[in-house]
């Protein structure tokens, strides 16, 4: 377990930082997902950015959570990646 691991296990157990914690956990998955596939992939940021006209500091913004991608901008580097884009909605816990 890293010291950030250790450090939002720690924070979690606040109830109020839990809550804004879990709410942005959608987010997350997105930004978690974007990073992935890029790997999977073999890109850098900067071919990916070749590959979909999106400048690469955005491509960075994107995965260090920094920005609220459009499904547009999803499908085009889900493309660039040969990749499909996928969403799902699931009833609630």
């Known amino acids: ?27 997350f998955a997105i930004v978690k997902a974007m990073i992935e596939a890029r790997k999977k992939t073999g890109l850098t940021q900067k071919q990916l950015s070749e590959r979909t006209g999106i400048a690469q500091g955005d491509i960075s913004k994107l995965e260090n959570g920094n920005g609220n991608p459009s499904l547009k901008t999803l499908k085009r580097l889900a493309t660039a990646m040969d990749m499909t884009l996928m969403l799902a909605f699931s009833p609630t816990v």
């Open 1 to 27: 377990m890293t010291d950030f691991d250790k450090f939002v296990k720690q924070k979690l157990e606040n109830s109020e930082f839990a809550a804004e914690y879990d709410a942005l956990e959608p987010e």
